[in-house]
């Protein structure tokens, strides 16, 4: 992927983060699964590369703080969608034993209509190098609104444009675990990168393997799978490598489990940007994982 344009676009929901501290209060933040790989993109990757982000946000003190958030970090926001009248949404982490669980409050969020105006959305997509999505996009976006994503991404691909999509599903996000499904088989048949986890796929998809879940993606037209696997083997195909097995080195200090899968993709990404072969791309992207579980909160300085 050597070749594409050095822009990068992300795409989703970025929310209000209320992280637990060690003395028991919380520390105010900004992210979101899609930003968190925004984030450590615009980290990552080489000064001669752009990351922006797109999201629907609202016009009220909070939301101008979130955007100044992220120029500040180098995310580009000159695509978000600005809405009167609405907000951004809140989440709040538990942590037990390094593993994490959420609270969320999202009932105005400026990000459910992110795709309700398809030529704003055209105009984000238009000659970029790679565009990231998620499930979780899916899932917050407007149902009414989610075909037009599927086409302006499609359209998007067919002009050039690498189209990655990480699964990462939640089904409380979602009003059956039918439509779930459906819907991820509908994002992975617009895309050329799948990065789905195997706990998620094999609970769902009934797979029984990797193996199994690179299968049935790679059957509906991805050209490139990378099944995350937590701490154990990660197992990837794609058209040039084929099969591709890479085990991480354990970590010895889990703290917060939060944004695990979003600084994999980043670091996974970013090395496949530069030309890097995927089973160096694997390594890039552990190795980010393993240092961001060793702190607290979604965002941590590497």
């Known amino acids: 992927m050597k070749n594409l344009p050095k822009n990068i676009l992300c795409v989703g929901e970025c929310m209000v983060e209320m992280a637990p501290r060690e003395d028991g209060a919380y520390t105010r933040g900004f992210a979101g699964d899609t930003f968190n790989s ?23 003190t909070v939301s101008d703080e979130m955007l100044t ?25 538990a942590l037990k034993n390094g593993e994490r669980s959420f609270s969320y409050w999202r009932g105005q969020s400026a990000a459910k209509l992110l795709a309700e105006d398809p030529d704003v959305l ?20 407007n149902e009414e609104h989610r075909q037009t994503l599927f086409d302006l991404l499609a359209e998007a691909r067919a002009a050039g444009t690498v189209i990655a999509f990480d699964p990462n599903m939640r089904a409380r996000l979602w009003p059956s675990r039918e439509v779930m499904a459906e819907t991820i088989m509908k994002a992975a048949a617009v895309s050329d990168i799948v990065l789905p986890s195997f706990d998620e796929d094999g609970a769902v998809f009934g797979d029984e393997n990797p193996e199994a879940t690179i299968a049935r993606y790679r059957a509906a037209g991805v050209k490139t799978v990378i099944v995350k696997n937590g701490p154990d083997t990660i197992h ?22 939060t944004a695990a899968g979003d600084s994999f993709n980043a670091g996974l990404i970013a090395a496949l940007m530069t030309g890097a072969p995927l089973v160096e791309a694997l390594e890039q992207g552990s190795a980010l994982s393993a240092r961001v579980i060793g702190a607290r909160g979604a965002l941590v300085a590497v």
Do not use: Q
């Open 69 to 93: 958030f992220m120029e500040k970090a180098g995310v580009g926001t000159s695509s978000v969608r600005r809405i009167d009248e609405r907000t951004v949404g809140l989440y709040m982490i």
């Open 122 to 141: 055209s105009a984000a997509l238009k000659g970029r190098g790679l565009v990231l999505f998620s499930g979780i996009t899916m899932a917050v976006v």
């Open 38 to 60: 925004a984030w450590y993109l615009a980290r990552t990757l080489p000064d001669d590369f752009t990351v922006d982000y797109f999201t629907g946000a609202g016009t009220d």
């Open 236 to 257: 990837a195909e794609d058209e040039t490598d084929g099969p591709v097995t890479f085990k991480p080195t354990p970590s010895e200090n889990v703290v917060d489990t």
